[in-house]
């Protein structure tokens, strides 16, 4: 089973943040948290991840909490063009290395 | 463009076939992921592949299996084809230095879309 929780659906306005909250309280020490992303049916991409810190690149940022039981994935500008289904996801199922993805947020970027 | 490949991106085939996905990694990455997405179940994990040996195994039925030659890119094999294996197929791709996988980012490629009629 996956070891995040994500709300379903959220809703942003086109120019605004999108704040995409996970909690993922179950996960250990040394797992990392991950956010992918699937545009229609197209793969997953890849979006960013960390383990402690807070971390940002050209796509987003991410903020963990101390206690690392949830973090929340930011896009400082959302366009239409980030309307997808955002998954965050705890660890890689341990020596496996495989994803375990849940049901992720359907975030829907409106004009 | 993840810099993953994969062969067919549509492949229409009718029950108790065998059809052949290909898969081509990152240049560069040891380690090959396979997944299935169906409307009903989502991402699930298949199997892992690194540098030619199995790694891993995930809910991957025994009427599938899979293989990775020797220049890495890896093949996907389904037999006995029902109507509940339409789905996406993605492969992904990861460096693999560690061979386990872990905490290793992995690279999607577009996927391949089985439709069993």
């Known amino acids: 089973d996956a070891k995040t929780t994500q709300p379903p659906s959220m809703d942003c306005a086109e120019g605004r943040a999108a704040n995409l909250p996970c909690n993922h309280s179950?996960?250990?020490?040394?797992?990392?948290v991950y956010w992918y992303r699937q545009i229609h049916s197209q793969g997953p991409q890849y979006i960013i991840h960390g383990l402690k810190n807070n971390e940002t690149n050209e796509m987003a940022s991410l903020i963990i909490t101390e206690d690392r039981k949830s973090s929340t994935l930011i896009l400082p500008h959302a366009t239409l063009r980030d309307t997808a289904v955002y998954y965050c996801i705890g660890g890689y199922g341990g020596s496996q290395g495989n994803l375990i993805f849940g049901k992720g947020t359907k975030l829907s970027v409106k004009p | 463009d993840s810099g993953v490949t994969q062969t067919p991106k549509h492949l229409i085939t009718a029950t108790g076939q065998r059809v052949t996905l290909r898969c081509s990694p990152r240049s560069g990455d040891l380690s090959v992921y396979w997944y299935q997405q169906s409307l009903d179940q989502g991402l699930q994990f298949l199997i892992q592949?690194?540098?030619?040996?199995?790694?891993a195994k995930g809910n991957i039925l025994e009427r599938f299996s899979a293989q990775q030659f020797p220049d890495l890119h890896s093949e996907l094999n389904l037999s006995s084809l029902e109507l509940g294996d339409s789905a996406l197929y993605f492969c992904?791709?990861?460096?693999?230095?560690?061979?386990?996988?872990?905490?290793?980012?992995?690279?999607f490629g577009p996927g391949t879309r089985l439709l069993v009629l």
């Open positions: 992904a791709s990861s460096v693999g230095t560690s061979g386990r996988g872990d905490q290793e980012t992995q690279y």
């Open positions: 592949y690194y540098n030619g040996e199995e790694r």
């Open positions: 179950t996960i250990s020490g040394n797992e990392y």
